[in-house]
């Protein structure tokens, strides 16, 4: 039996050393993390038949997700992780560029591979480069986009009118009492909120939409956090992901989310007869992004580089719109005539993003996937809050608010006495019995001391 | 009583090197501030913040009231699964678990979907329902199995010192079983605070407990503070308990002489 | 009339319940991707469950789910009840240190714990994988599983041990024959509660899993919700994994009956 032991533990070591040392040829081997439902899973296979063809090298794609942002740069600044290519939100770009964590992508393919790079869309480009952390550096040599959006009202049609949602005020009508979910996050909410805050000024031409969300003041969290406060008796929830369903059911009328939330909602309700709809209020809200970038830690570079080439390509950005439902950032032609859609009747202005191309000043297309001009005018780039993120949180801390009533004080009172009394009547039923046997002691040999005298 | 105290020693070392360091490791991280620079700035920050505390203790009240709930009805059955005069089946003891091996995300959405179907609000009451749900079984098993192995002759003998029914239950059955309640309570009390799984589905978020403070400290990039909250809430409550523990040396008389 | 009190009881407990479940089971032969709305009754999830279309990934997180629960239930099991023991010979002030460090992953949210131990392992130098996730599991499940023996010990006769040894076995043989018999329910409730907690972890396993591309049930499931709602082919895979085993509750409640009716 003895034996059977030291062996058992024997071989568990052994695997446990094995599985910490062993890795494959790792030059064969790529690991992406993405969001979830994130990409066309048929891709992953294309890709590996694709790089072979391009470089005579196989490669195995090790596909990985995760579900939040600060957790996943967890992993890689302090766990230094070796994912190879990374597809953060733009905030966290941000943050990464700062931390130097990301490295260069090498855009040299050789003469026989298409570069793809080049599709995306030079409106992505520039707000890109708005996220520069230090003079000179080129933004693009780091992150290539992915997917983009904007923050708005997503509203039932039949329960709310369109007028009622034209402006974030809608959160305070009263009508709307519990039926505004709100997304729990806190980045998109005070960036729209602050524009509405700050509305009157912007239309004065006092401050830009762009400097209110990218300049972080304490006022201005102050604003916000008034705001939000009066609108609570409105808002139901907070949520993350499970304010579709709530829609869905028409449990919930308004939900504060983002345009790719709102896309899934739309399609998902039209088969149960119940119409959603996507506005963007008047005051402003904010356009987010992601990208691709290759942290420093990775050990597959070149195939990093020719995974974020491979989704760059049209048709490949295409698919991924279909299957995952948000918006690319490719702006090239095939990509506007694939979304394009005869049967919707009005026109919207998409040249600031199919720039350079005919006929995108009014195109036949969604409105929620592609924002009209107009609308996007008003949509900022969000930034990392970097040090004013405390302070953010707290504000948002406090908003959500707190559910310590007298009832609840008092039970807990109540009970904790009832503790601390069980326990001191414990420790006084010892010290009771201690003493009576002690007490029942000296009797007795007092006693016995007696008899022995006597005797 | 020898060297048999030893016998804890593997798990010991287990624990020195998978519970004591890493939490050490966290610990550290709970006295850097946002420079990373060694400070107390975590700690002051949270006996100064109004909302975590009443969110701390908010969530204890919950904890409490679940514990309760979870004697309340746990205990009595134990108590009627433990007794062949009852007559339950052997094989219900496993039921009570069997919904835990659902993922207990899917678990609470489809409790939302019920409290919706009966048309009940969420909020506090579906809050503790849905505590209560996840930490009945955590409370059973360990009463049922006391329960299991008492001394039949124990309570003969009380019957035929001329005991009636209730005292037999308040004197010799209730002292008895205390361990086995012991172990439910810090079972069920403990991990109730920081479960926020339930609490973000149940009331939409609008209840926060303590774990939803540190989790959500966590996510946000906040590592150093929600470091700090999670120590700062080991050391209260395991303080408690500590002391709390007294009653051990009394059980294992069991309570009877 | 006790007896029917006594059943009514538990049923109606169990009603309870068994009540979101029965909902999950209902739910999963329908079409609609939002739990709650019923579309009509089809079957479409039960086969494109098994079409594989997240197909490769579920099964390999499955696999992963149950590999690491028993091994992870195995070992706590073991580890805990001889920790147990130990710790029950202890004198109070030892026994009230260790007592305090079990509970500490315990108190500990998972976040925390799954943190930790990735500290740890990044402390070390270590890739996270395989072994970090069945350390970090066993390092949760094993306070259950000494809380769960405990009370047994503290109802157990302490002599017999003693008498054992006396009678000449060795201290091993003691435990298997002596020990471990008064023990066995306890372990087993310990036991199970290891495999519960372990299949529904999330956060320390999200942290302890590394880039080795290792994916459990609940880590598969997490990272879905945020984006689509949960993954609908959930409900059938639930309801299968929860009718199989209530199936096999069954027969054994029914064959234990059996015997128990053959021996009158």
Same mark, same amino acid.
């Given at each position: 039996?003895?034996?059977?032991?030291?062996?058992?533990?024997?071989?568990?070591?052994?695997?446990?050393?094995?599985?910490?040392?062993?890795?494959?040829?790792?030059?064969?081997?790529?690991?992406?993390?993405? %969001?979830?439902?994130?990409?066309?899973?048929?891709?992953?296979? @294309?890709?590996?038949?694709?790089?072979?063809?391009?470089?005579?090298?196989?490669?195995?794609?090790?596909?990985?997700?995760?579900?939040?942002?600060?957790?996943?740069?967890?992993?890689?600044?302090?766990?230094?992780?070796?994912?190879?290519?990374?597809?953060?939100?733009?905030?966290?770009?941000?943050?990464?560029?700062?931390?130097?964590?990301?490295?260069?992508?090498? =855009?040299?393919?050789?003469?026989?591979?298409?570069? %793809?790079?080049?599709?995306?869309?030079?409106?992505?480009?520039?707000?890109?480069?708005?996220?520069?952390?230090?003079?000179?550096?080129?933004?693009?040599?780091?992150?290539?986009?992915?997917? %983009?959006?904007?923050?708005?009202?997503?509203?039932?049609?039949?329960?709310?009118?369109?007028?009622?949602?034209?402006?974030?005020?809608?959160?305070?009508?009263?009508?709307?009492?519990?039926?505004?979910?709100?997304?729990?996050?806190?980045?998109?909410?005070?960036?729209?909120?602050?524009?509405?805050?700050?509305?009157?000024?912007?239309?004065?031409?006092?401050?830009?939409?762009?400097?209110?969300?990218?300049?972080?003041?304490?006022?201005?969290?102050?604003?916000?956090?008034?705001?939000?406060?009066?609108?609570?008796?409105?808002?139901?929830?907070?949520?993350?992901?499970?304010?579709?369903?709530?829609?869905?059911?028409?449990?919930?009328?308004?939900?504060?989310?983002?345009?790719?939330?709102?896309?899934?909602?739309?399609?998902?309700?039209?088969?149960?007869?119940?119409?959603?709809?996507?506005?963007?209020p008047k005051e402003g809200s904010n356009?987010?992004?992601?990208?691709?970038?290759?942290?420093?830690?990775?050990?597959?570079?070149?195939?990093?580089?020719?995974?974020?080439?491979?989704?760059?390509?049209?048709?490949?950005?295409?698919?991924?719109?279909?299957?995952?439902?948000?918006?690319?950032?490719?702006?090239?032609?095939?990509?506007?005539?694939?979304?394009?859609?005869? @049967?919707?009747?009005?026109?919207?202005?998409?040249?600031?993003?199919?720039?350079?191309?005919?006929?995108?000043?009014?195109?036949?297309?969604?409105?929620?996937?592609?924002?009209?001009?107009?609308?996007?005018?008003?949509?900022?780039?969000?930034?990392?809050?970097?040090? =004013?993120?405390?302070?953010?949180?707290?504000?948002?801390?406090?908003?959500?608010?707190?559910?310590?009533?007298? @009832?609840?004080?008092?039970?807990?009172?109540?009970?904790?006495?009832?503790?601390?009394?069980?326990?001191?009547?414990?420790?006084?039923?010892?010290?009771?019995?201690? =003493?009576?046997?002690?007490?029942?002691?000296?009797?007795?040999?007092? =006693?016995?001391?007696?008899?022995?005298?006597?005797? | 009583?020898?060297?048999?105290?030893?016998?804890?020693?593997?798990? *010991?070392?287990?624990?020195?090197?998978?519970?004591?360091?890493?939490?050490?490791?966290?610990?550290?991280?709970?006295?850097?501030?946002?420079? #990373?620079?060694?400070?107390?700035?975590?700690?002051?920050?949270?006996?100064?913040?109004?909302?975590? $505390?009443?969110?701390?203790?908010?969530?204890?009240?919950?904890?409490?009231?679940?514990?309760?709930?979870? *004697?309340?009805?746990?205990?009595?059955?134990?108590?009627?699964?433990?007794?062949?005069?009852?007559?339950?089946?052997?094989?219900?003891?496993?039921?009570?678990?069997?919904?835990?091996?659902?993922?207990?995300?899917?678990?609470?959405?489809?409790?939302?979907?019920?409290?919706?179907?009966?048309?009940?609000?969420?909020?506090?009451?579906? +809050?503790?329902?849905?505590?209560?749900?996840?930490? +009945?079984?955590?409370?059973?098993?360990?009463?049922?199995?006391?329960?299991?192995?008492?001394?039949?002759?124990? $309570?003969?003998?009380?019957?035929?010192? #001329?005991?009636?029914?209730?005292?037999?239950?308040?004197?010799?059955?209730?002292?008895?079983?205390?361990?086995?309640?012991?172990?439910?309570?810090?079972?069920?009390?403990?991990?109730?605070?920081?479960?926020?799984?339930?609490?973000?589905?149940?009331?939409?978020?609008?209840?926060?407990?303590?774990?939803?403070?540190?989790?959500?400290?966590?996510?946000? #990039?906040?590592?150093?503070?929600?470091?700090?909250?999670?120590?700062?809430?080991? $050391? *209260?409550?395991?303080?408690?308990?500590?002391?709390?523990?007294?009653?051990?040396?009394?059980?294992?008389?069991?309570?009877?002489? | 009339?006790?007896?029917?009190?006594?059943?009514?009881?538990?049923?109606?407990?169990?009603?309870?319940?068994?009540?979101?479940?029965?909902?999950?089971?209902?739910?999963?032969?329908?079409?609609?991707?939002?739990?709650?709305?019923?579309?009509?009754?089809?079957?479409?999830?039960?086969?494109?469950?098994?079409?594989?279309?997240?197909?490769?990934?579920?099964?390999?997180?499955?696999?992963?789910?149950?590999?690491?629960?028993?091994?992870?239930?195995?070992?706590?099991?073991?580890?805990?009840?001889?920790?147990?023991?130990?710790?029950?010979?202890?004198?109070?002030?030892? /026994?009230?240190?260790?007592?305090?460090?079990?509970?500490?992953?315990?108190?500990?949210?998972?976040?925390?714990?799954?943190?930790?131990?990735?500290?740890?392992?990044?402390?070390?130098?270590?890739?996270?994988?395989?072994?970090?996730?069945?350390?970090?599991?066993?390092?949760?499940?094993?306070?259950?599983?000494?809380?769960?023996?405990?009370?047994?010990?503290?109802?157990?006769?302490?002599?017999?041990?003693?008498?054992?040894?006396?009678?000449?076995?060795?201290?091993?043989?003691?435990? /298997?024959?002596?020990?471990?018999?008064?023990?066995?329910?306890?372990?087993?409730?310990?036991f199970i509660l290891s495999i519960t907690?372990?299949?529904?972890?999330?956060?320390?396993?999200?942290?302890?899993?590394?880039?080795?591309?290792?994916?459990?049930?609940?880590?598969?499931?997490?990272?879905?919700?945020?984006?689509?709602?949960?993954?609908?082919?959930?409900r059938p895979l639930s309801s299968i994994?929860?009718?199989?085993?209530?199936?096999?509750?069954?027969?054994?409640?029914? /064959?234990?009956?059996?015997?128990?009716?053959?021996?009158?």
């Amino acid at each position: 039996m003895k034996h059977r032991i030291s062996a058992f533990f024997i071989a568990l070591v052994a695997t446990f050393v094995m599985t910490a040392t062993a890795q494959n040829d790792r030059s064969n081997v790529l690991k992406v993390y993405n %969001w979830a439902d994130y990409l066309d899973l048929e891709l992953i296979g @294309e890709f590996e038949q694709w790089y072979e063809e391009q470089t005579g090298e196989p490669i195995k794609v090790m596909y990985e997700t995760f579900d939040i942002n600060e957790n996943m740069l967890t992993e890689i600044e302090i766990g230094q992780e070796d994912y190879d290519v990374v597809c953060p939100s733009e905030y966290i770009i941000e943050r990464m560029l700062r931390k130097n964590l990301l490295q260069p992508i090498n =855009k040299d393919f050789g003469p026989n591979t298409p570069n %793809w790079l080049g599709n995306v869309s030079p409106f992505v480009v520039d707000k890109f480069q708005q996220m520069a952390t230090q003079p000179g550096m080129q933004v693009s040599d780091y992150a290539i986009g992915f997917m %983009w959006g904007t923050t708005g009202f997503l509203y039932n049609t039949r329960l709310v009118k369109p007028e009622e949602v034209e402006s974030w005020s809608a959160l305070y009508n009263e009508r709307f009492q519990e039926r505004i979910l709100m997304k729990d996050a806190f980045r998109d909410i005070y960036s729209v909120m602050v524009c509405y805050a700050n509305y009157q000024d912007i239309l004065d031409g006092k401050v830009s939409r762009d400097s209110l969300v990218a300049n972080i003041t304490d006022q201005n969290i102050y604003k916000v956090e008034d705001a939000l406060f009066r609108a609570k008796k409105q808002i139901a929830g907070w949520e993350v992901d499970f304010g579709k369903e709530r829609m869905t059911q028409e449990k919930a009328w308004i939900n504060v989310t983002w345009s790719g939330d709102a896309m899934w909602a739309i399609e998902e309700t039209a088969e149960l007869g119940v119409e959603l709809d996507y506005v963007v209020p008047k005051e402003g809200s904010n356009c987010w992004f992601d990208g691709w970038v290759i942290p420093v830690y990775a050990k597959n570079p070149k195939a990093a580089s020719y995974w974020i080439n491979f989704m760059c390509n049209s048709e490949n950005a295409v698919r991924n719109m279909n299957e995952i439902g948000y918006v690319s950032v490719i702006g090239t032609e095939e990509v506007m005539d694939a979304m394009t859609d005869d @049967e919707i009747e009005e026109t919207y202005d998409l040249s600031y993003f199919f720039s350079g191309i005919d006929g995108a000043d009014s195109l036949h297309i969604n409105p929620v996937m592609y924002p009209d001009r107009s609308v996007i005018e008003r949509c900022a780039l969000m930034h990392d809050c970097a040090d =004013k993120n405390e302070d953010m949180l707290e504000m948002w801390s406090r908003v959500k608010g707190n559910s310590l009533d007298t @009832e609840m004080l008092t039970f807990i009172i109540v009970v904790f006495t009832a503790i601390l009394a069980a326990i001191a009547w414990h420790h006084f039923k010892k010290w009771r019995k201690r =003493k009576m046997r002690r007490l029942r002691l000296k009797e007795f040999t007092k =006693k016995m001391h007696d008899k022995g005298r006597h005797i | 009583m020898g060297k048999r105290s030893n016998w804890a020693l593997p798990y *010991i070392i287990f624990m020195a090197i998978f519970v004591v360091a890493p939490l050490l490791l966290v610990g550290y991280y709970s006295f850097l501030d946002n420079e #990373g620079a060694l400070s107390l700035y975590n700690f002051e920050k949270f006996c100064t913040s109004y909302d975590t $505390i009443n969110t701390f203790i908010y969530s204890i009240g919950i904890a409490m009231m679940t514990t309760l709930i979870c *004697i309340l009805i746990g205990y009595p059955a134990a108590y009627f699964m433990a007794n062949s005069e009852y007559g339950t089946p052997k094989v219900m003891a496993m039921l009570f678990i069997l919904p835990m091996w659902i993922n207990i995300l899917l678990r609470t959405l489809s409790t939302v979907a019920l409290f919706d179907f009966m048309k009940l609000p969420l909020g506090e009451g579906a +809050l503790i329902f849905g505590m209560v749900y996840n930490f +009945l079984p955590f409370m059973i098993y360990p009463i049922y199995n006391t329960m299991q192995k008492m001394d039949k002759s124990l $309570i003969e003998a009380a019957q035929d010192l #001329g005991a009636n029914r209730r005292r037999v239950f308040r004197d010799v059955i209730m002292p008895l079983s205390m361990p086995g309640v012991y172990s439910g309570v810090v079972m069920v009390f403990m991990p109730t605070i920081s479960t926020f799984a339930v609490s973000e589905l149940l009331t939409m978020n609008k209840i926060k407990l303590f774990g939803t403070t540190i989790q959500e400290n966590i996510n946000a #990039g906040m590592l150093n503070y929600g470091a700090a909250l999670s120590l700062i809430m080991l $050391i *209260i409550i395991g303080l408690t308990s500590f002391f709390g523990s007294d009653d051990d040396e009394s059980n294992e008389t069991g309570g009877l002489l | 009339m006790k007896k029917f009190f006594a059943q009514a009881y538990l049923w109606l407990i169990l009603a309870v319940l068994y009540a979101p479940i029965l909902i999950i089971v209902v739910f999963s032969f329908t079409e609609a991707k939002v739990l709650g709305t019923w579309s009509g009754f089809s079957t479409k999830l039960y086969t494109s469950l098994f079409a594989g279309n997240a197909g490769q990934a579920l099964n390999d997180a499955i696999f992963n789910t149950l590999f690491i629960a028993l091994v992870a239930a195995v070992i706590s099991t073991i580890l805990g009840t001889i920790a147990a023991i130990g710790i029950y010979n202890m004198r109070q002030k030892e /026994r009230r240190v260790v007592n305090f460090v079990n509970s500490i992953p315990m108190i500990n949210p998972d976040i925390i714990t799954g943190i930790s131990i990735f500290l740890l392992f990044v402390f070390l130098g270590l890739s996270r994988g395989m072994m970090s996730i069945i350390c970090a599991h066993i390092a949760f499940c094993t306070p259950y599983v000494v809380l769960s023996v405990m009370p047994r010990l503290m109802k157990m006769n302490p002599n017999i041990y003693e008498a054992a040894l006396d009678l000449g076995a060795t201290p091993f043989y003691a435990l /298997r024959k002596v020990l471990m018999p008064e023990l066995w329910p306890g372990m087993i409730s310990g036991f199970i509660l290891s495999i519960t907690l372990s299949i529904d972890d999330f956060a320390v396993t999200l942290f302890t899993k590394g880039s080795s591309g290792i994916d459990t049930l609940s880590t598969f499931i997490y990272a879905d919700a945020r984006k689509g709602g949960l993954t609908p082919e959930l409900r059938p895979l639930s309801s299968i994994i929860f009718i199989s085993i209530l199936t096999l509750l069954l027969i054994i409640n029914y /064959r234990a009956n059996k015997k128990v009716n053959n021996n009158k």
